[in-house]
């Protein structure tokens, strides 16, 4: 793809990476969420301030804004017949902006949320290389809440997973090692960036101190515990 195209797909996917549905929705039922709870502007924290409904949609909202941009960028270049490492680099790096418009919107300073859901719709939208393990490791982020309360805890397991089932699908598709590169080292930074993010969580865990999300049915009721943030 020229690269005045591509440079226009990018600041597409930032700007909708950007998008903060959870304050927007927030705001539209009367909540600043950012002052509320964990103060992440992110679908768990607007789930524990406003309703889980509205915490859901915001999660599909955040997953698509990352998925529709790096899938639709994929579709055109496949239709234009685009292949090799040059293309897989465009590619994800299309699926990296969208992910930063979340974690550092323009419309809030420059600051976001986790990009956890946004992370995920990105990668689902680099088909067919990264969908399966993307789904893999959603997958493994719901066992993780599951079994131990913990969404931040669940969002990096899930996130250390992706380079891992990313290199071992490249090579069951018999990938070129420089496509596999570009893609194992896109799932090995999203995967840093949102461990990262959540070196809070991982502290408070750690602590003992970090409370448990009650639509896991492991938390402990407790009116003065401020709710888990992990998207």
Partial sequence: MPTSSWILWLCGAFLAGSIPFAVLIGHAKGVDIRQHGSGNPGATNLGRAVGKKWGLLCFVLDVLKG????????????????????HAFQWVLIAVA???????????????GKGVATGLGATLGLFPVVTLPAAVALVLWYAVCKITGYVGLASVLAAASLPLSTLAGGLAMGLSAGEIAVFVGLTAALAALVIWRHRGNLDRIRKGTEPKARWTG????DADSPPASGV
């Fill in 218 to 221: 492991r938390s402990q009721p």
């Fill in 98 to 112: 969208a992910v930063a418009g979340h974690i550092f919107s323009p419309w809030l300073g420059f600051k976001g």
């Fill in 67 to 86: 998925l529709l941009p790096t899938l639709g960028f994929g579709l055109l270049a496949a239709a234009a017949h685009a292949t090799g490492v040059g």
